[in-house]
């Protein structure tokens, strides 16, 4: 059983479009998080969402716009896609609010080429 | 200076040898350290979570938080093939929504 799953596992479009990755967690987490992780392998925090609630938005431009419909799934739509953001994705959860000590699972990542 | 330093390695190491981790840290705050392992083109899994200073063991993994230095290590002994993988060190404050810092991560290669 996957713990974290994302989908698609490859996005490869063109600039200007609009894409949604979807997050899906069956560990009874209450947090969920989306991380980008640059060419550079650097791991850095989106977004956070706590039940369903938006708790941190981190420097993130408006393009972004995370939604969560209930507290296992967190999808992640991006508008006007630019060179920039491609990248890997990464959706991961954690039983409780807030990074104190908690262990976060990641999900395997969603690869996005922008063309 | 960024929060977290990090060498991006990579680190290469034969078989059965003792391997060093390491990353510093600007953020006092910072009072959660953890080392996440990361195979190529999967997502990090913790191996290892220590609170504030001093070592903390499991199996060949070794874990070392130095708050004084701000300095943590990860050390590996008897090395295996199946350790090659991307280290990443992460941190984190003590306040409820504290997000987690992390390191660039060290690739390690141990060749059999």
């Known amino acids: 059983d996957t713990a974290v799953s994302q989908t698609p596992k490859y996005l490869v479009t063109q600039m200007g479009n609009d894409k949604s990755i979807k997050c899906e967690q069956n560990l009874g987490h209450d947090t969920m998080y989306w991380y980008k992780q640059d060419s550079k392998k650097f791991l850095k925090i989106m977004f956070s969402y706590n039940n369903k609630e938006l708790i941190i938005n981190e420097t993130v ?8 419909p209930d507290k296992a799934h967190l999808n992640l739509h991006i508008n006007s896609l630019e060179l920039g953001d491609s990248a890997v994705y990464f959706c991961a959860s954690s039983q409780a609010r807030g990074a104190r000590g908690e262990t976060q699972y990641f999900g395997p990542g969603t690869r996005l080429l922008v063309l | 200076q960024k929060e977290v330093e990090q060498d991006p390695g990579p680190l290469s190491v034969p078989e059965g040898a003792i391997v060093s981790l390491n990353c510093t840290y600007s953020n006092s705050a910072f009072q959660y350290f953890m080392w996440y392992r990361q195979y190529s083109r999967k997502g990090p899994e913790l191996l290892m979570y220590t609170y504030s200073s001093g070592n903390k063991e499991d199996g060949r993994f070794t874990a070392q938080v130095d708050k004084s230095s701000k300095y943590i290590s990860l050390f590996i002994r008897d090395s295996q093939p199946s350790d090659s993988a991307t280290y990443l060190c992460a941190m984190s404050g003590n306040s ?9 991560g060290t690739m390690l290669l141990v060749s059999p």
């Open chain 1, 61 to 68: 431009p408006n393009r972004f716009s995370p939604k969560s």
């Open chain 2, 96 to 104: 409820g929504y504290s997000t987690l810092t992390f390191g660039k």
